[in-house]
């Protein structure tokens, strides 16, 4: 049997697996991603060559964030920058990456804070709470960015809003049926 979809289709060029920019997320933005991802991971690698701890607890906590925040970032990246995000069924991508990179952002921070106040100040460690410090602030800048660029995500668009009330507290002028002719 002949496929008769051959000869007349055409290649989309939208089609492609990679995304790059997006919508969501421009290219400024991706870098920073990057960034954020490297230094997460950096992070967790040096805390994972700790042989031994004074507080094991904050060891283990800035292990969970930095891991958490290296796993997570990268999934987030490669679902924004592949066509992956059309299919997760997720439709307000901004307000998710919002929350995300604040809440990773804040969790970096405190567990950064914990780590560098209770360790046994050997490199390894102060390394660690440096790149965890890094990794904070590129998810700081990240959300500064955010806002910059596309505004709160969260907040009502007041024009909108307004452009409907007004339309709505119009009386309709055009009558729906209006004779054509006198015999109707």
């Known amino acids: 049997m002949a496929d008769v979809y051959a000869p007349t289709t055409a290649p989309n060029p939208k089609t492609s697996w990679l995304l790059f920019p997006t919508e969501t997320l421009q290219k400024v933005r991706c870098g920073i991603k990057v960034i954020q991802v490297l230094l997460s991971f950096v992070a967790f690698l040096l805390e994972e060559m700790v042989n031994s701890c004074s507080s094991c607890s904050a060891l283990y906590f800035f292990e969970f964030v930095s891991c958490s925040a290296f796993l997570f970032t990268l999934l987030l990246l490669i679902l924004l920058y592949t066509s992956l995000n ?3 069924g997720i439709s307000c991508w901004p307000k998710l990456d919002f929350l995300y990179t604040a809440l990773i952002a804040v969790a970096f921070f405190i567990s950064s804070i914990i780590f560098a106040s209770s360790n046994s100040d050997t490199t390894l460690e102060r390394s660690a709470v440096v790149f965890g410090f890094l990794a904070s602030s590129m ?7 955010f806002v910059k660029s596309s505004g709160f995500p969260f907040q009502r668009d007041l024009k909108s809003e307004s452009s409907n009330s007004a339309a709505a507290a ?3 002028t055009a009558k729906l049926n209006t004779p054509t002719s006198a015999t109707d």
């Open 139 to 145: 998810f700081f800048l990240d959300l500064v960015l």
């Open 86 to 88: 059309t299919r997760v």
């Open 170 to 172: 119009e009386p309709e």
